[in-house]
């Protein structure tokens, strides 16, 4: 197959399936999650589920850190050595993530002109934006097409988070000890959703039980959606594919959707989210 002229990059935060990453020739640039004195790739060094075994168990704590400059200049000199004449970079909300402002500063160190996009959200709502992008391509788009097939993309996208507990907001510094304590005392769960324009996490609702919050996931991420149109929807977990596969199935007898995706959330984002959570992701087609 010949190159294309068009490289498509992203981070590792997309969650999009490796199946799908491999088919659309998506270049993906990990993330590094630090374990003590380890310093591991996302996805490489580190898959999904043995992560969220080792976040369970082990005491020390890990945190997170963005792909170095180098590693985007490395990812855009292999793009151009194989035959790109521009790069198309789409990376987690510049709200959670220092990656977009790194892929700003680093596209003038290749001789090839570089696109960079905000994906204003993380996991799918940088995917969903990818694939648009990659469909683009793939039917003859130049990198102004994919481009503006990310932003239409974005535009309509819903994403809303269940976290089952917030003890890893804590622990990641994301809330303080007070409110962990009182959410631990009344068995809080935690929906949240992004919003689009702003990159940021939104608090939707707290709930007491796992099967309300789950119920109020679904029926809150579709009230956003037109359900007369088609839709493309991703179902993400942290590590709990037995629920995650009974919400695909679900949306898909409900609501039979164009496309329905079922991820783990990699270990950057569930450093955060932690074990047990499930998330709604997708947009309606124009």
């Given amino acids: 197959m010949p190159p294309h002229r068009v490289a498509l990059i992203t981070d590792s935060t997309c969650d999009i399936p490796h199946e799908l990453l491999e088919q659309y020739e998506i270049q993906v640039v990990p993330a590094y999650v630090i374990w003590g004195s380890e310093v591991l790739r996302d996805h490489v060094d580190l898959a999904p589920e043995a992560f969220y075994h080792r976040l369970a168990h082990e005491p020390v704590y890990p945190k997170t850190s963005q792909p170095t400059p180098q590693d985007l200049v490395n990812a855009y000199k292999a793009a151009q050595a194989r035959g790109a004449e521009e790069i198309v970079i789409i990376t987690v909300s510049s709200a959670m993530s220092g990656t977009f402002r790194a892929a700003q500063q680093t596209d003038e160190l290749v001789s090839i002109p570089v696109h960079v996009v905000d994906a204003k959200g993380p996991t799918m709502s940088v995917g969903w934006q990818v694939l648009a992008a990659a469909r683009a391509r793939q039917a003859g788009g130049d990198a102004q097409a994919m481009v503006q097939a990310a932003d239409g993309v974005r535009k309509r996208l819903q994403q809303f988070v269940y976290l089952d507990t917030l003890e890893y907001l804590y622990k990641g510094g994301r809330i303080g000890s007070a409110a962990r304590a009182v959410s631990a005392l009344l068995n809080i769960k935690l929906i949240v959703h992004i919003n689009h324009e702003t990159g940021l996490v939104e608090e939707e609702e707290r709930t007491r039980t796992r099967s309300r919050s789950v119920e109020s996931l679904y029926r809150g991420f579709f ?30 007898h409900e609501f039979a959707p164009a496309e329905l995706l079922v991820s783990i959330t990699g270990p950057v984002l569930g450093v955060h989210t932690g074990p047990g959570a499930l998330a709604l992701c997708g947009y309606n087609e124009g």
């Fill in 223 to 252: 009230r956003h959606l037109d359900q007369h149109r088609p839709m493309r929807i991703a179902v993400l977990h942290g590590n709990c594919p037995q629920d995650a596969a009974a919400l695909a199935e679900r949306v898909r």
